[in-house]
Each structure stands twice: as structure tokens, then as C-alpha cells.
């Protein structure tokens, strides 16, 4: 009996089936379609090239073996390749198996569409000669961007990508965190960053939203292996807020492809998220794993001094001048994320122009109320006892114990100074808060406090940083 195309197939993958994981065969090998049988030679339909150096770069000695135990040892095996080739129309292109190499990393899209080059999404139609703009911002760069204990690690993270891009270990490199702590300008300063460095480098900068939109026009003019194409030249690619595709399942498919090019041909991926990659919902577990592949780096809420920094340097580059006391009440209050803190100044700005005053802690605090969650502050001897506990980075519960350890002993006798001196609780009230202590220890810490303020520069430095944060907590 006359062995066909189908069947000598359709036998390759019953074994095949048995081999690979269930969903790398339903992605991989469900889609070829057997085209024609010539002697030894089995030609297979590929629908891309991506998809025929996939299959090349992974399962070639399996498809060898496979054709070979059903056809004979002289089994070979050809490729179809079909092309998007414009205006709606489809090409295709045979090769023979074992040729994905012929192709390299920068020039592998346009044999296959010689008169056709792979349009361009982000210019307009008709450039005869494709120049990639990486859709940067010039002003988001490294050197703008504060770095804090919130975003140290995603900062020098960011840093070595920019240095060698696609030859490190961060590939992806996943930064997350919520509303306006910075994704955006940090990613953005990688991309700026390696355009400085690596000039030749092809840098792309695209949201989510944007390449959800680009793939679905494509995909209405029946163009999506342009689209494709396009993305699988570039160098290092940034694609803001992925967890929009989670609401686009066939552009998730797309991203795979390009994200699996992309970083087997050496190139950088970046990303962000509003939330690790774990937790993001509604993507495909195969996208989930490779974003796992690199290096997930969160940005935190800027702690006080950070965020004083940061409008340190806002001021300086707008060479705008505020009294210290005004900057500290706007950093001490305003504590929820990077954004929300330029607004507030530029707000303030904004009043102290129109109404031709200069800035005071007045001013501030009559601009501010949109800002800041205002209540009547009295404060606590427990909000005390917290800032202390941040500040000295010890536990609540050891500020309670009887402990000698020197750092513990003099915490809490800064916290009871503090307590004293801020609140109008008795000495009596004071030292119940303290696992009931008396009135004589919270007197005789006190004055050890004053004592060593006068001898001791670092503790006096300590305890008038403190007094600072109580003052403005108490404003």
C-alpha cells in the first residue's frame, strides 16, 4: 500500500504524542500540516519562520528519528514555510531541514520577503527604509532617579541590563510595584541608557495597550507574521504593563513567539507589572514561566529621607527654592507614592505664583489638605513607640522586655523621653506603656537621655532626627 503524506504523518505523531509534553505538542505540532511525499522526502507546512526555527532549534533530532523509523534511514525531511507577502496574499518557501542556520539573527525576516520589507508599525506608511524611533523620553535617565531602599535592587538590576544588554542574567528583567513609584522612568532609563552605550543597539519602548492594538489592526489585515517579524528584530524590547494582556489571549500567543525569539537570539527583554509575576491573573502559564526565567525586582513605597531627596532634586532641577521645615512636611505627609508627591509640590508651587506669596508651613498646610488625610493629630504614646521601633529597626516586643543590651535600653529610653515631652500623659501612664514600669524609670531615662545628648554627638543626632518625625507627625 502507497504510503501518503497524511499517514506517514499522522504515524510521526502518535510517537511524538508519547515524547513531548501535551501542550508543547498541541503548540508545536498540531498546527503542521503534511503537504506532499516524493520518494524519501516528507514536506511538512510550517505557518512561520519563527515556528520552522523552533521546531529546527528543539525538535530536529526528534522529527529525524521519528520520519526515519517510518520511512527508512535515507528519510528526509522539507519544510513549507508560509509568508505573509502583503495586501492580504500568502507565500511560501520550501526548505530543507537543518537549514535554519543559513539564516542569522538580523537579516532572518527579509529573505523571505525580498520585495516586501517588514512593515513598521510605529512609522508612517510608506518609508522606503525602516527606522526604528525606540518611543523614549529623554528625560527619564538614571541619573534622575532617586535611589532608596525601596528601589535599590530594581535600580542596579536596570543598571547592569543597560550595560550588556541581552548578555546577563536578568533576561527578563520583571519590575513591579503599584501606581506611581517609578516603573515607567526606570525602564525607560534602561532603554535611554543603552542607546548611550550601544548606539547600534535597536531599542524598543512600547506599552501593553499599544501592542495589544498594533496586533489586532495585523491581525484585521490578515498581517500578523509582519507584526511578528517586526517585533523579532529588535534588540532590547521594554513593554510596559503587561498585565493587560491578560485580557487578550491571542496577543499573548503573539508575545510568546516574539518573547521566545527574542531570547534565544541573545536579545533583552524588559518588563513591569503592577504585581509579580505569580499574582498576575489571566495569562498563559507558559508566558508565567519564562517571565520567571530572569529576574523579578519590586519598587516600594520611598521611605522619608528618599522621598526628601526626591524633591530635593525636583526643586534643584527647576531651580526652585523652599524652607527645609516645608520640605519635611511635604515628605513626612505626603507618603503614598513618587507622583502623588511632584503633584503636591507643583500644587504648592502653583499657589504660591497665583497668590504671590512666599512658601511657608502655612501655606503648605492650607495647599496640602487635598493631599493629606487630615484628622486632629494628637499624638500617641503607641505612634511614638512605632517610630522608634522603625528607626532603631527593633521589635515592639523587645522595647517591652528587661533587656541590658545597650541598643534595646537606650531605644526605649529615647522613646519614653519622646513620650514625655510630645504627649500629656502622666509619667504613671507613660511607664504602664512600657510592660509597668514607674514613674522613677521613665524620670531616670529622661535624664539619661539629656546626659548623653551632651556627651554622645551620634545620640543626640538619633534622638533629634526622632524629634523631628514626632514634630511632623504631630502637625
Known amino acids: 500500500m502507497t504510503k501518503t503524506a497524511e499517514s506517514v504523518w499522522n504515524n510521526c505523531l502518535k510517537i511524538i504524542k508519547d515524547i513531548v509534553e501535551w501542550q508543547h505538542f498541541k503548540t508545536w505540532f498540531e498546527p503542521i500540516k503534511p503537504v506532499d511525499i516524493k520518494g524519501n522526502v516528507l514536506m511538512i507546512q510550517v505557518p512561520s519562520q519563527f515556528f520552522f526555527e523552533y521546531l529546527e532549534e528543539h525538535y530536529v533530532n526528534l522529527l529525524a528519528k521519528t520520519l526515519k523509523r517510518e520511512m527508512g534511514k535515507e528519510a528526509r525531511l522539507e519544510y513549507r514555510i508560509m509568508v505573509d507577502s502583503g495586501n492580504g496574499k500568502n507565500g511560501s518557501m520550501d526548505i530543507p531541514a537543518g537549514s535554519a542556520k543559513i539564516f542569522s539573527n538580523n537579516e532572518m525576516d527579509f529573505p523571505l520577503v525580498i520585495n516586501n520589507p517588514v512593515k513598521n508599525p510605529f512609522v508612517i506608511p510608506g518609508l522606503k527604509k525602516m527606522q526604528i524611533d525606540p518611543q523614549l523620553n529623554h528625560i527619564y535617565t538614571f541619573d534622575a532617579?532617586?535611589?532608596?531602599?525601596?528601589?535599590?535592587?530594581?535600580?542596579?538590576?536596570?543598571?547592569?541590563?543597560?550595560?550588556?544588554?541581552?548578555?546577563n542574567s536578568f533576561n527578563p528583567l520583571v519590575i513591579y510595584g503599584g501606581v506611581g513609584l517609578g516603573k515607567t522612568h526606570l525602564v525607560q532609563s534602561i532603554g535611554n541608557e543603552v542607546k548611550k552605550m550601544h548606539p547600534n543597539k535597536v531599542v524598543l519602548y512600547v506599552s501593553s495597550e499599544k501592542f495589544i492594538n498594533q496586533f489586532q489592526d495585523h491581525s484585521r489585515n490578515n498581517a500578523i507574521n509582519d507584526f511578528i517579524h517586526f517585533y523579532q528584530l529588535i534588540d532590547v524590547l521594554i513593554i510596559d504593563d503587561v498585565q493587560f494582556f491578560s485580557r487578550a489571549e491571542k496577543s499573548q500567543d503573539a508575545f510568546f513567539a516574539i518573547f521566545n525569539h527574542l531570547h534565544q537570539s541573545g536579545k533583552q527583554l524588559v518588563l513591569t507589572s503592577d504585581k509579580p509575576p505569580k499574582d498576575l491573573d489571566g495569562m498563559q502559564e507558559r508566558l508565567l514561566s519564562r517571565f520567571r526565567w530572569g529576574l523579578s525586582a519590586d519598587l516600594q513605597v520611598p521611605d522619608y529621607e528618599t522621598r526628601i531627596e526626591i524633591l530635593e532634586r525636583k526643586m534643584k532641577n527647576d531651580g526652585l527654592d523652599m524652607p527645609k521645615e516645608v520640605v519635611k512636611y511635604v515628605a513626612y505627609n505626603i507618603n503614598s507614592n513618587v507622583r502623588e508627591l511632584e503633584g503636591a509640590l507643583i500644587s504648592l508651587l502653583a499657589q504660591s505664583s497665583l497668590n504671590k506669596?512666599?512658601?511657608?508651613?502655612?501655606?503648605a498646610k492650607k495647599v496640602l489638605r487635598n493631599f493629606i488625610k487630615t484628622s486632629s493629630k494628637e499624638i500617641t504614646i503607641e505612634a511614638i513607640q512605632k517610630m522608634v521601633c522603625d528607626y532603631f529597626d527593633v521589635s515592639y516586643e523587645k522595647l517591652l522586655h528587661k533587656t541590658r543590651k545597650r541598643e534595646i535600653v537606650q531605644a526605649r529610653q529615647i522613646t519614653m523621653y519622646l513620650a514625655k515631652a510630645f504627649t500629656k500623659n502622666s509619667l504613671k501612664t507613660i511607664g504602664e506603656h512600657f510592660g509597668g514600669r514607674d514613674h522613677t524609670t521613665v524620670i531616670h531615662s529622661c535624664q539619661t537621655v539629656k546626659d548623653l545628648m551632651d556627651t554622645d554627638s551620634l545620640f543626640r543626632e538619633n534622638v533629634m532626627e526622632l524629634t523631628q518625625k514626632v514634630q511632623l507627625a504631630a502637625m
Open 145 to 167: 532617579f532617586i535611589e532608596g531602599d525601596c528601589n535599590r535592587v530594581a535600580r542596579r538590576a536596570g543598571k547592569t541590563v543597560a550595560e550588556k544588554p541581552g548578555a
Open 357 to 363: 506669596r512666599d512658601i511657608d508651613l502655612e501655606l
